[in-house]
């Protein structure tokens, strides 16, 4: 599955960005979500969504700053991203499960990935 991300940028702290993410379908019974991985660090789920159910995820660290939504029609995923931190900075990719039925924020559900858009956080 081909996943193409964009909008990340530059901001400074306590500012805002929104990531887009495009698929070339749309599948309601596949987990789809936005992942992170920051210099040195491992990656992280921030945020997931499970199309069929309108069930959605989050981090602890982003819960109530970030939103994930969808179009449908249009096929794109969408994060959300208000207040932002420098501990945000990371590249963000956006995900889709690997399996049908299986969602949250383990990241071992996530099996295509798109190529990352870099978002950078200043102080």
């Known amino acids: 599955v081909q996943l193409a991300e964009s909008g990340g940028g530059s901001v400074q702290a306590g500012g805002s960005l929104r990531l887009s993410c495009t698929a070339p379908?749309?599948?309601?019974?596949?987990?789809t979500g936005w992942i992170r991985q920051a210099d040195g660090k491992e990656r992280e789920v921030v945020a997931s969504?499970?199309?069929?159910?309108?069930?959605?995820y989050y981090a602890d660290a982003v819960n109530g700053r970030f939103t994930i939504s969808r179009d449908n029609a249009k096929r794109t995923l969408y994060l959300q991203m208000n207040n932002l931190e420098p501990e945000d900075t990371a590249m963000y990719f956006c995900?889709?499960?690997?399996?049908?039925?299986?969602?949250?924020?383990?990241?071992?559900?996530?099996?295509?990935w798109g190529q990352g858009t870099q978002v950078t956080v200043s102080s």
């Open positions: 969504t499970y199309p069929y159910n309108d069930d959605t």
């Open positions: 379908a749309y599948d309601p019974y596949y987990c």
């Open positions: 995900a889709r499960g690997s399996k049908p039925g299986h969602c949250g924020l383990p990241i071992h559900i996530f099996g295509s």
